[in-house]
């Protein structure tokens, strides 16, 4: 499932769900009160990293131990923190409450080059 999510956007909207690496974007995703699916972690973790395992844990996320190799082979890193994450995408509702002149809204948007087209563009 892993490997999917991160090679497939297809996969990502279907499960409405992505993966994050590492124990900076981990620790950002955590504070930001993110909804995690699963945390995997591998053999080698820094103390840090051990920190952030036991926050995880005591806010019941569930976190899965595995091998350092295993988690290498997931992994798109070429150096791994030992931490990779499976977030859920939120979903949100907006609503206009005034009446507008001119909307944009950029759906699925892959390149940033186009978004930066249509945003001069507008």
Not at 15 to 42: H, K, M, N, Q, Y
């Amino acid at each position: 499932m892993v490997r999917n999510l991160l090679g497939r956007p297809k996969e990502r909207r279907e499960a409405d769900a992505f993966v994050v690496e590492g124990v900076r974007l981990i620790e950002e995703a955590l504070s930001a009160g993110w909804p995690f699916r699963f945390v995997l972690t591998g053999e080698t973790l820094s103390p840090r990293g051990r920190e952030l395992v036991v926050k995880l844990i005591s806010r019941h996320v569930e976190v899965e131990a595995t091998t350092d190799d295993l988690l290498s082979s997931i992994s798109e890193t070429e150096t791994s923190q030992g931490l990779l994450a499976v977030l859920a995408l939120p979903y949100t509702e907006y609503q206009i409450t005034e009446p507008l002149e001119f909307v944009l809204i950029p759906d699925s948007i892959r390149d940033p080059g186009n978004l930066g087209t249509l945003l001069r563009s507008a």
